[in-house]
């Protein structure tokens, strides 16, 4: 089993006893951070003047700094009467020096370069546009963002509740005298998402006031944050195997790990955890772990619900292309909807980040001979071929190595077309594949270890690539239209045939994803090359998905399908990708600009294998002569019948869904089982009433899982109101085949698909062999 070695954190609230004794919240925040006395945190919280940048006439001074929780950034407006605003550290993706965004490289002159920088947003939150004084004070801005957010980032799951119970604690303290009245009690409750009437207020306060002193100061708020974040689940669970004089000698941790967790532990394996993680210098000299120790134990990553040994690259890399999903996105270009949104490179940048390894290009002829990319025949935003290109070339492989794939729909004059291809093969360079793999002419695809670091494009070709061996290239520069009609472009080119002029220069570059027309199954087996794939709207496919399942996963066994939205999707909704995963479509793109659950499927399905983008398909869908139908489901390799268990404990520090003061969540959870039509289910806890800081539930379902290699399971929470719809709070989805059983810790991640800091779940998990 693995184990994370660090350092050794204090116990759960000796942090929380020195800011009762009066120690301010700025200091307390500072340790946390493990940045006293650092000069990088310190400018930032003197903070200073910056020029925030909108448009070309539109450069204001706006004076930022970091404020006392050293999590929020402050910014005031020189108008008197507007309102200022604050945007917290934990939302930052990224802090890029120089003229690196779209807005920068729009809206300032070069002469400044070396001046700005950008806060780049890990949700739909435009990026912030800065230009600093002075070069010197610009870089100081960007080192000192870095560091900051990644000590934050770098805090465990305790750290960041205590740094938010700090900072919660300050604000209710309404008089800044380190003592808390009855009535700041309250307001401390509410803004850790918990609603009490005033008679549980006095019994709490009256619990921890033992100095009738009429506020809580010193051990007394020590105390009361003791009795808030006790854990009486946990409890139970380390007093079921703390034999050894109230702690668990490293046996009795073997036995927990053994019996509970299902793990493969040795004793070896417990002084580990117990050197790793006790906080208590005593108990480890002992070799003995302590509730805190437990605790901090649980919360580790490597000791979540998802298997640690997925969370890198674990599959087999070397199978051909055609034999993995791969994580892809429609319409890549588009931040919102698809009639007047706002085209961006931004959006490639963030979905690259996101580990999509398929974009989208709609290429139309733009001024000046630039190919610009924009939703045709609409009112979307233009932006050029070029600075796409460009975006997709710095960030392709930030998060992953393996091959990204550029999807080309081509409405470009010849003329145009060769400025497409001449600004790929500058800015892609040798990572742009312009030939086969190897020597002589392929018979299949290459596989994604052996093209990592390589873009591959996909599109119109003007022959096939075997007459390119045969040294028989095409004497016409025409070549009809062959895609289907799309119906995501305008009425009037609706089932029109047409001819499209295809420059020889972009046509050469395409090498393995010859776009085609589909004619049937059997006619691609026939006619079509392995390379010649066809794209298909989404009702098209999914019929084909429904009726001639079996057939469609044959075709994807030595096939590339995409599938893409309905073009009636004008505000960027998605389609369920399941039955199009199941029958085999590799790729099948999302409109990654629109959070949903359909998303979510998407996030949890490339979670593993090291967010790679790339997820090797079971077995059974990589034989041509598979039986596999996830419709009827006749016996076969992929019947592997499971039971999955799962009690509902509890959860912790929920977020508030609305911000108003006296919001306070009632939380329900949802199980759901996505996969196979035979193993959708979904089953949801009673609601909690005005607790999001600590509810429990403690409540059993049972699943049937008969296809676990294509199941996905999502955990999701909700804030439950009778008389509307219940409002999102947070979810998790993973594949079945990466749960860890025993008792396990699940993050949360936004609608956005971020980590919620300090937000998560209880569970108890078993996987069995069904009868």
């Known amino acids: 089993?693995?184990?994370?070695?660090?350092?050794?954190?204090?116990?759960?609230?000796?942090?929380?006893?020195?800011?009762?004794?009066?120690?301010?919240?700025?200091?307390?925040?500072?340790?946390?951070?493990?940045?006293?006395?650092?000069?990088?945190?310190?400018?930032?919280?003197?903070?200073?003047?910056?020029?925030?940048?909108?448009?070309?006439?539109?450069?204001?001074?706006?004076?930022?700094?970091?404020?006392?929780?050293?999590?929020?950034?402050?910014?005031?407006?020189?108008?008197?009467?507007?309102?200022?605003?604050?945007?917290?550290?934990?939302?930052?993706?990224?802090?890029?020096?120089?003229?690196?965004?779209?807005?920068?490289?729009?809206?300032?002159?070069?002469?400044?370069?070396?001046?700005?920088?950008?806060?780049?947003?890990?949700?739909?939150?435009?990026?912030?546009?800065?230009?600093?004084?002075?070069?010197?004070?610009?870089?100081?801005?960007?080192?000192?963002?870095?560091?900051?957010?990644?000590?934050?980032?770098?805090?465990?799951?305790?750290?960041?509740?205590?740094?938010?119970?700090?900072?919660?604690?300050?604000?209710?303290?309404?008089?800044?005298?380190?003592?808390?009245?009855?009535?700041?009690?309250?307001?401390?409750?509410?803004?850790?998402?918990?609603?009490?009437?005033?008679?549980?207020?006095?019994?709490?306060?009256?619990?921890?006031?033992?100095?009738?002193?009429?506020?809580?100061?010193?051990?007394?708020?020590?105390?009361?944050?003791?009795?808030?974040?006790?854990?009486?689940?946990?409890?139970v669970i380390y007093g079921e195997y703390a034999k050894t004089t109230g702690f668990m000698s490293a046996q009795n941790l073997v036995d927990f790990l053994l019996k509970e967790q299902r793990e493969k532990a040795t004793l070896a394996d417990a002084h580990r955890i117990i050197e790793t993680y006790e906080p208590d210098e005593n108990a480890k000299e002992k070799k003995l772990l302590s509730k805190d120790g437990f605790l901090m134990y649980l919360n580790h990553p490597d000791a979540m619900i998802l298997d640690p040994d997925h969370k890198d690259v674990y599959q087999d890399m070397s199978q051909p292309l055609n034999h993995y999903f791969i994580s892809s996105s429609h319409n890549t270009y588009l931040m919102e909807d698809q009639l007047k949104g706002p085209s961006s490179t931004e959006a490639y940048i963030r979905a690259l980040q996101k580990g999509c390894r398929c974009v989208e290009l709609d290429c139309w002829d733009g001024s000046d001979n630039e190919p610009v990319i924009y939703h045709g025949y609409t009112l979307t935003s233009k932006i050029l071929f070029k600075d796409v290109i460009k975006a997709i070339s710095e960030h392709a492989f930030k998060t992953s190595q393996y091959p990204v794939i550029l999807s080309l729909e081509n409405h470009c004059s010849v003329e145009q077309q060769e400025v497409m291809a001449r600004h790929m093969s500058s800015i892609l360079g040798s990572a742009l594949i312009t030939s086969p793999l190897g020597d002589g002419m392929p018979t299949n695809f290459p596989s994604p270890e052996e093209l990592k670091g390589k873009f591959l494009i996909k599109g119109k070709r003007l022959n096939k690539l075997e007459d390119t061996f045969a040294e028989a290239a095409a004497d016409d520069n025409d070549v009809t239209e062959e895609e289907e009609s799309n119906d995501e472009d305008a009425q009037k080119e609706k089932n029109t045939k047409k001819k499209l002029k295809l420059a020889k220069e972009l046509s050469d570059m395409v090498i393995y994803f010859k776009s085609v027309h589909f004619h049937g199954f059997e006619d691609a087996q026939k006619n079509l090359s392995f390379y010649e794939m066809a794209s298909f709207k989404e009702g098209k496919a999914m019929k084909l998905a429904e009726e001639s399942a079996n057939a469609y996963v044959r075709h994807n066994v030595e096939k590339f399908s995409r599938i893409y939205p309905a073009g009636?999707?004008?505000?960027?909704?998605?389609?369920?990708?399941?039955?199009?995963?199941?029958?085999?479509?590799?790729?099948?793109?999302?409109?990654?600009?629109?959070?949903?659950?359909?998303?979510?499927?998407?996030?949890?399905?490339?979670?593993?294998?090291?967010?790679?983008?790339?997820?090797?398909?079971?077995?059974?869908?990589?034989?041509?002569?598979?039986?596999?139908?996830?419709?009827?489901?006749?016996?076969?390799?992929?019947?592997?019948?499971?039971?999955?268990?799962?009690?509902?404990?509890?959860?912790?520090?929920?977020?508030?869904?609305?911000?108003?003061?006296?919001?306070?969540?009632?939380?329900?959870?949802?199980?759901?089982?996505?996969?196979?039509?035979?193993?959708?289910?979904?089953?949801?806890?009673?609601?909690?009433?005005?607790?999001?800081?600590?509810?429990?539930?403690?409540?059993?379902?049972?699943?049937?899982?008969?296809?676990?290699?294509?199941?996905?399971?999502?955990?999701?929470?909700?804030?439950?109101?009778?008389?509307?719809?219940?409002?999102?709070?947070?979810?998790?989805?993973?594949?079945?085949?990466?749960?860890k059983m025993g008792y396990r810790h699940v993050p949360l991640f936004n609608k956005n698909g971020d980590l919620l800091p300090s937000a998560g779940l209880f569970v108890h998990i078993m996987v069995l062999d069904a009868e």
């Open 1 to 235: 089993m693995s184990c994370i070695r660090k350092e050794p954190e204090k116990s759960r609230s000796e942090e929380l006893l020195q800011y009762a004794r009066g120690q301010k919240v700025i200091q307390m925040n500072v340790k946390l951070l493990g940045l006293e006395g650092d000069p990088d945190l310190q400018f930032l919280l003197k903070g200073g003047d910056l020029l925030k940048v909108l448009s070309p006439s539109w450069k204001k001074t706006r004076y930022f700094r970091l404020q006392e929780d050293c999590k929020t950034m402050w910014r005031e407006s020189k108008k008197t009467f507007k309102k200022n605003d604050t945007f917290s550290l934990d939302d930052i993706s990224a802090v890029q020096m120089g003229r690196q965004s779209e807005g920068l490289k729009k809206n300032t002159e070069e002469q400044v370069e070396d001046r700005c920088f950008s806060i780049i947003f890990k949700s739909r939150r435009k990026n912030l546009d800065l230009v600093s004084s002075s070069e010197e004070e610009g870089k100081q801005w960007v080192k000192s963002l870095q560091k900051v957010v990644s000590n934050l980032n770098n805090l465990s799951r305790k750290q960041k509740t205590e740094h938010w119970i700090f900072s919660c604690l300050r604000k209710a303290d309404k008089n800044k005298d380190d003592n808390l009245s009855p009535s700041e009690v309250k307001s401390f409750m509410h803004l850790i998402n918990i609603e009490v009437d005033d008679e549980y207020v006095e019994m709490l306060f009256k619990k921890c006031d033992r100095s009738k002193s009429g506020t809580l100061a010193g051990e007394e708020i020590k105390h009361f944050y003791d009795l808030l974040t006790q854990r009486d689940e946990i409890d």
């Open 568 to 739: 009636s999707r004008t505000d960027s909704s998605n389609y369920n990708p399941l039955p199009l995963w199941n029958a085999g479509c590799q790729i099948v793109a999302l409109n990654f600009q629109t959070p949903c659950t359909d998303m979510d499927m998407n996030q949890g399905r490339f979670l593993v294998n090291g967010k790679s983008g790339y997820i090797l398909k079971p077995a059974f869908m990589r034989d041509v002569a598979t039986e596999f139908d996830p419709i009827t489901l006749t016996r076969g390799d992929w019947l592997k019948h499971k039971t999955l268990h799962v009690m509902v404990i509890s959860a912790q520090q929920l977020p508030k869904v609305n911000q108003k003061k006296s919001s306070v969540v009632d939380p329900l959870v949802k199980v759901e089982i996505y996969g196979v039509p035979a193993d959708v289910a979904e089953k949801e806890t009673k609601p909690f009433d005005n607790n999001g800081f600590n509810p429990s539930w403690n409540e059993n379902f049972q699943f049937d899982v008969y296809v676990p290699e294509l199941a996905l399971v999502r955990f999701s929470i909700e804030d439950y109101d009778s008389s509307s719809d219940n409002d999102f709070v947070g979810q998790y989805t993973l594949p079945f085949n990466s749960l």
